[in-house]
């Protein structure tokens, strides 16, 4: 096994200068850029050459760019992500503002998801074609229909709106309610209050997937022999669902779960955008917009390291869960 993690770690490195390159090729190439977004907004230098052409040079946009690239690789070998060309400060402050505010929200709608998909699953596949199964199977099909910036724009006209200001609709806290001011059970009502329409539509929207993989994966698994020997030998029915068959119908949804904790961080731009929730997915969203290459690399090469961490804690978390699964 630690031969096995050993290869895997040493073969994330060519993945991730892979990755990084193609990246950093495909935002350099795409047309316009930071300098003239900062210039967009003054109206004395907004229509003059001279000064991008300065700001390009100064910032040395203006070098090939494989230069540009080994310049950034330098610095971040150096633990420096550069510096943002929209926010004027650096990188990792951008990302430090914002990642506890998508892992706040995240961790709290990944928990729920995972928390009912799992136990509506297993029901709907238990009592296959029942009423509690076609209900669970519709909604889960009309969730994955539905978009989730409609779910959002729904929630916000038709529960915000008339909830009498109870239920916000953007931003993250009220200004000047802080633990000093309010306490702490005032300032956990205040941010749960902002996190209900994020962490509902995020919720929603997953659960509708998960709770189909999870039904049909343990279909599957009801149909072995093994369990079918369970229920011969006169096994409570509990039993044979929740300690033989679920846990190996939980293998699929493992490997679904593969890219968990970049999702953690990469947040959902959609939902953190409607929502004006200060997140990383908003960030990213804005960093492109911008042409804020700096900002945009850091958080695609966080993205891809989380993913592949991801898919070695899940290879695992297979052994853990089928103890017949050997890495060589």
Not at 37 to 50: H, K, M, N, R, Y
Not at 157 to 172: C, E, H, Y
């Amino acid at each position: 096994m630690a031969r096995y993690l050993t290869k895997r770690v040493l073969n994330m490195i060519p993945l991730l200068f892979i990755v990084t390159v193609l990246s950093f090729t495909i935002m350099q190439l795409a047309p316009g850029g930071p300098e003239y977004v900062l210039l967009s907004g003054e109206a004395d230098t907004s229509t003059d050459p001279l000064a991008a052409e300065r700001l390009r040079e100064k910032w040395g946009l203006n070098d090939p760019i494989p230069v540009q690239y080994l310049r950034w690789v330098g610095n971040l070998l150096k633990g420096d992500f550069g510096r943002s060309y929209y926010y004027r400060i650096p990188v990792a402050e951008v990302l430090g503002d914002a990642l506890p505010n998508t892992l706040r929200l995240n961790l709290v709608a990944l928990t729920l998801i995972y928390l009912i998909a799992i136990p509506l699953g297993v029901i709907s596949a238990v009592r296959q074609y029942s009423k509690t199964d076609m209900i669970v199977t519709a909604t889960a099909f009309a969730g994955q229909a539905a978009p989730d910036f409609w779910v959002g724009t729904l929630l916000i006209w038709g529960v915000a709106m008339n909830s009498g200001g109870l239920i916000p609709t953007n931003g993250i806290a009220t200004p000047g309610v802080t633990l000093a001011t309010h306490g702490w059970l005032a300032v956990l009502t205040d941010r749960a209050r902002y996190m209900i329409l994020p962490t509902v539509v995020l919720v929603f929207g997953g659960i509708t997937g998960l709770t189909r993989y999870m039904r049909s994966s343990m279909l599957e698994v009801l149909k072995e022999d093994y369990v079918r020997t369970a229920r011969a030998k006169g096994l409570p029915e509990k039993v044979v669902i929740y300690k033989h068959a679920l846990r190996n119908a939980l293998l699929p949804i493992l490997a679904i779960s593969g890219g968990l904790l970049s999702s953690l961080v990469g947040g959902a731009v959609i939902i953190e955008t409607l929502f004006s929730w200060p997140g990383i997915g908003r960030v990213a969203w804005q960093a492109v917009n911008n042409r804020d290459y700096n900002v945009s690399m850091a958080v695609m090469l966080l993205g891809a390291v989380l993913t592949m961490i991801g898919y070695l804690l899940v290879d695992i978390a297979y052994v853990w869960a089928d103890p017949r699964i050997k890495y060589e």
